[in-house]
């Protein structure tokens, strides 16, 4: 029996386990290396989210942008004086304008614009508070 065929079969199937081996190895280097690349990325961005959570404490707060009327500083000026809540009628009377309801109603209104931008919060029904 002449096995120099099933020899020769068996070089040819070792040559092409030898081949995908190799590929495989270099294929595994390159994915080595590209796992070390983004590890590294991903530590880069840590250090990156450290440094900017430390340094947000120093930043100074942007001003939000106000609606253009005199009243609007005021308010927000009353309410840094303040620990609670105020309702629209102590923002009129801190603001100085008497108590009439439709000073009152004004300044209802103000307040609530001073809502839709964040610069307010109404915890309840008429109750506002700078929010922190």
């Known amino acids: 029996m002449n096995i120099q065929p ?3 079969a068996l070089d040819l199937q070792e040559d092409a386990a030898r081949a ?3 590929d495989l190895r270099a294929q595994i280097d390159d994915l080595q290396t590209r796992l ?6 991903l530590d880069h961005l840590a250090i990156t ?7 947000a404490d120093r930043l100074p707060t ?3 942008d106000l609606p253009d ?11 840094n004086h303040t620990t609670g809540p105020l309702r629209a009628k102590d923002a009129c009377q801190a603001l100085g ?21 964040g610069i307010l919060t109404e915890a309840d029904t008429g109750n506002f508070t700078r929010k922190r």
């Open 6 to 8: 099933l020899l020769d």
């Open 20 to 22: 995908l081996a190799g």
């Open 97 to 117: 304008h008497e108590l009439q309801p439709k000073n009152v109603e004004g300044t209802r209104a103000k307040l609530k614009r001073l809502v839709k931008p």
């Open 69 to 79: 009327h005199p009243d609007y500083p005021r308010i927000l000026t009353a309410f």
């Open 49 to 55: 989210r450290k440094i900017l959570t430390a340094l």
């Open 36 to 41: 070390r690349e983004a590890e590294t990325h």
């Open 62 to 64: 942007v001003a939000p």
